[in-house]
């Protein structure tokens, strides 16, 4: 038991050495007025260490434009975050490899409104996962969460496949 003492000690002592972790830069959420799937979404990057702020917008449209978010990446909220754009319900965990990777593009964009996605989700005390329902007869009755996917957008406007969810 003496023994371990020292092992103990010298764990703790290089566990007090770590490198502390970096905050998080903040996030600058648009949203068209009163959007609750927006504050949702809002609410998930905060959960997940994220400052945010919300910012109501009227021209959503114009906002995209000046962002340089395709036509068909386009959802509801639109965000910036260290000089990226983040268009749509993006994960947070996403955000975080992007900022982590720091890749020469324009930004994330989780295009739709895919159900599943943060901000997205549908509460169901059944079914932990939020699959889809049947009914009695086997039918399909709502799409609890479809699977989407996260693009990142280069400098130049094209997307290719940064996440699978």
């Known amino acids: 038991m003496l023994k371990a003492i020292p092992l103990l000690l010298a764990i703790l002592a290089g566990s007090a050495g770590a490198e502390p972790v970096a905050p998080l830069p903040s996030v600058e959420v648009f949203t068209p007025t009163v959007c609750l799937t927006c504050i949702e979404w809002a609410e998930h990057l905060r959960q997940n260490g994220f400052p945010v702020k919300v910012t109501p917008t009227v021209d959503m449209d114009a906002l995209k434009r000046r962002l340089k978010v395709p036509k068909d990446m386009e959802s509801v909220p639109s965000a910036l975050v260290a000089g990226y754009f983040i268009e749509g319900h993006v994960p947070a965990e996403d955000i975080k490899l992007l900022l982590s990777e720091k890749p020469r593009a324009l930004g994330l964009a989780v295009p ?3 159900q ?3 901000g997205r989700e549908f509460s169901n005390p059944t079914c932990e996962t939020a699959c889809t329902m049947l009914d009695k ?3 399909e009755q709502t799409v609890r969460r479809e699977f989407f996917e996260t693009f990142l957008v280069d400098r130049k406007g094209r997307p ?3 996440a699978r969810h």
Do not use: D, H, Q, T
């Open 112 to 114: 739709g409104l895919p």
């Open 116 to 118: 599943g996605a943060p």
């Open 137 to 139: 007869e086997g039918v």
């Open 160 to 162: 290719s496949r940064f």
